[in-house]
């Protein structure tokens, strides 16, 4: 009997928490956002500008089995939410955030802001905090219509753009969740990355730098690798510098594999000190007509240029993010906390009026492991 | 008590306490409380909760047979047990009325939205109702397996989120001053809920002699668990400290991703957590008809626990303000907590001298 009782109690409880189940939405029911696009609109009533960017099933491909193609949709509204659902009048499917992988917002509408919207895409809990951040430099409408007619399955399209950060290090890792946490109480300013279109494709080089909820402007290819390398995100790249042998040709390095960057925030007389102290390894990628990298001297020299290259752009980077931007998206502000025991000791400093006025020290160290295959012709 | 449990049984029943606190957003807590001070209170705390335990360790030594509402009938006779015993049903009482009301508005939020409250509260409340009816020893015995998945869990979070985590995040690192931390902050003792279950733990174990082992094993593992926690919430979401979100552990879980293979496992998490509370509610519940049966003259007082399952459903469904059950989870249980640690040491310092002046 009590045996019967338990299992028609376990039955009943499985049965009662899968009431719902026969409403619940399948795939075949559901359209997959894989991008969300916003712009600023031409309406003044309707102020933002929603592109989705959707996944559809192509089953009128030749060779019978089924490709995803992408379209998109643009609607004019007032908020986030709101040109969703007069999206989702204007679909059969309902509409689904839970594959979206870019949110891309333009350059224009960057700069004013995006604090309306913002904080209500991290709220959505269908949009996955690993979800990318682009800035684009023409209309985010533009950009995602140019994403469907290149790729057909453009949800990987926005994740190659970090997977070839490891190669070139000229883009870094830009996650909704990092940019939020910037966003609130951070020691670090909000990035996100940097496109555009060129010719028939996107492109994507270096960052757009966030001062709070505003753009304060752009970085190069170079300036991120210099914040890869800060950060301690870099994997490799390959730079050019001055060739002491053949000053007609650059000569071409490949830099990998760096110990810890070293970073030391330290006030003097009421100024910043920031000492960073980088290291990487460096092998020579240029093979010109008569070359010879086998010497001692020619080593040295090589590793003197490399130094001076990076020290020369690394100084650029700190002084544009510093001076000119006013934001600090390297976390300098967490090594100058780890100088005080309290908050309150803290509170006798306003880091928003020493940051710009900071001096920097930077020290750069290379290795140069080898020339490859030869290193003498 | 009929059976006795072991000593591994014994310490995953005051671990899955630990780990529910844990989940159930009491680090959230300690942080607001030390803001970036907390991995450093946590620490602090620990030993306070480890020197408490040697002491209650030492205060149980003379009662090995005796919960904390046999003593206090032994010191001041029935009103004292029956004062005492109430408070501990209401202090249990919250605890099953606040996990169960958080799982489900978790679960309504994320997965269930359309799902009538009702029903995610009855898929707590039944298998609590049937767990009660199998009885306490295999609640415990299933208690230990699932203690172990649930750690287990939280330390796959720790590994999935450290690429993450950003270290700078947590100075200054003795939080806003030193007063928060060490004097206001020793309040966060009330994180570490598994002491209160130490006073009930002596007469369910097979051997007496191992409770001081038990106790501070389940403490230290606790108290590294909750440093882990802590440490992990602060160097990810500088923004803990001043924001209120659903559970921030689960926000921890949207956040792991092994390679392209192994993503969006949130789900599973929360499945896993789903159990444990399972166990604890199921645990608390068997505490409340083991007191009930003290205080009142029933002999088969398990069956009273569908009148208070009964109970906790209504007031459920009675109180949707959600500020009420805030008010229950954290300001109520934090001080609820301290109130009957502080009591209960008084009446067992009490019980130690009254005995040994009998003894004399």
């Not at chain 1, 075949?28 to 712009?39: K, N, P, R, T, V």
């Not at chain 1, 609130?184 to 940097?194: K, M, R």
Request: hydrophobic share 45%; proline share 2%; glycine share 4%.
């Amino acid at each position: 009997m009590k045996k019967k009782l338990l299992i028609i109690t376990c039955i009943l409880t499985i049965l009662l928490a899968f009431t719902k189940s026969y409403d619940v939405k399948g795939t075949e029911e559901l359209s997959y956002i894989i991008a969300i696009g916003l712009d600023k609109s031409d309406s003044e009533k309707e102020p933002l500008s929603l592109t989705i960017q959707i996944a559809k099933p192509d089953t009128t491909g030749e060779t019978g089995g089924t490709t995803i193609k992408t379209e998109t949709e643009t609607v004019n509204c007032n908020s986030f939410n709101l040109g969703l659902s007069m999206l989702n009048l204007e679909n059969v499917n309902e509409l689904n955030l839970s594959h979206c992988t870019a949110i891309v917002i333009s350059e224009e509408i960057a700069k004013e802001g995006i604090e309306n919207f913002i904080n209500t895409l991290t709220n959505n809990i269908e949009i996955r905090p690993t979800c990318n951040m682009l800035i684009s430099q023409c209309k985010a409408s533009e950009l995602l219509e140019k994403a469907s007619t290149i790729e057909d399955i453009s949800s990987k399209f926005y994740s190659s753009f970090i997977n070839s950060a490891k190669i070139t290090s000229y883009v870094t890792n830009c996650q909704l969740s990092s940019f939020f946490a910037s966003l609130h109480g951070d020691v670090t300013e909000p990035l996100a990355l940097y496109t555009f279109i060129k010719n028939d494709t996107i492109e994507s080089i270096g960052l757009a730098v966030f001062k709070d909820y505003k753009m304060a402007g752009r970085l190069s290819g170079l300036d991120t690798l210099c914040y890869n390398l800060l950060t301690n995100e870099f994997e490799e790249a390959t730079i050019e510098v001055y060739n002491p042998q053949n000053p007609s040709i650059p000569l071409a390095v490949h830099l990998s594999g760096p110990t810890e960057s070293k970073i030391k925030v330290s006030l003097e007389n009421n100024v910043l000190k920031i000492k960073c102290d980088i290291s990487v390894n460096s092998a020579i990628l240029s093979a010109s007509k008569n070359y010879d990298f086998s010497t001692e001297n020619s080593r040295k020299e090589i590793e003197a240029e490399i130094n001076k290259f990076l020290k020369e752009s690394f100084s650029t980077f700190l002084n544009k993010t510093s001076k000119e931007y006013n934001s600090d998206i390297i976390g300098f502000k967490g090594y100058f906390n780890k100088n005080y025991l309290t908050q309150d000791e803290l509170n006798n400093y306003n880091w928003n009026t020493l940051y710009p006025k900071a001096e920097f020290e930077i020290n750069v160290t290379n290795y140069l492991t080898s020339g490859f295959l030869f290193s003498k012709n | 008590m009929e059976f006795k449990i072991g000593k591994y049984q014994a310490i995953s029943f005051i671990l899955i306490v630990m780990i529910n606190k844990i989940l159930l957003n009491i680090p959230k807590e300690i942080i607001k409380q030390s803001q970036t001070g907390a991995a450093i209170n946590v620490i602090f705390t620990c030993i306070l909760a480890l020197l408490l335990t040697l002491f209650i360790c030492s205060l149980v030594k003379k009662f090995p047979d005796e919960d904390i509402i046999d003593i206090s009938k032994f010191v001041g006779s029935k009103p004292l047990q029956v004062l005492l015993g109430i408070a501990y049903i209401l202090f249990f009482s919250s605890i099953i009325i606040t996990v169960i009301y958080e799982f489900t508005n978790l679960l309504q939020v994320i997965y269930f939205p359309t799902t009538s409250v009702y029903l995610l509260l009855l898929s707590f409340i039944i298998p609590m109702a049937v767990a009660s009816k199998i009885g306490f020893k295999s609640i415990l015995k299933t208690n230990t397996i699932i203690t172990i998945f649930i750690l287990l869990s939280l330390i796959v979070i720790f590994l999935g989120t450290i690429t993450n985590l950003r270290i700078t995040r947590i100075y200054p690192i003795l939080g806003t001053n030193i007063n928060n931390t060490f004097i206001k902050g020793s309040i966060n003792i009330f994180g570490y809920g598994g002491l209160i279950y130490l006073f009930f733990l002596s007469p369910l174990l097979k051997n007496k002699k191992d409770f001081k082992k038990i106790a501070i094993i389940s403490i230290l593992i606790s108290g590294l668990f909750l440093l882990f926690t802590i440490t992990i919430l602060l160097t990810i979401f500088p923004f803990i400290s001043h924001s209120e979100e659903i559970l921030s552990m689960y926000l921890l879980t949207r956040c792991i991703e092994f390679g392209e293979f192994i993503q969006r496992t949130d789900a599973i998490f929360i499945f896993l957590w789903i159990i444990s509370g399972f166990s604890y509610l199921s645990i608390s519940l068997n505490f409340i008809n083991i007191i009930f049966e003290k205080l009142t003259t029933c002999n088969k007082s398990k069956n009273y626990s569908y009148s208070f399952l009964g109970i906790f459903f209504a007031i459920i469904i009675l109180f949707k303000n959600q500020s009420l059950f805030k008010f229950l989870e954290t300001y109520f249980y934090k001080y609820f907590i301290l109130g009957l640690l502080f009591i209960s040491l008084i009446i067992l310092i009490i019980a130690n001298k009254k005995k040994k002046g009998n003894s004399i």
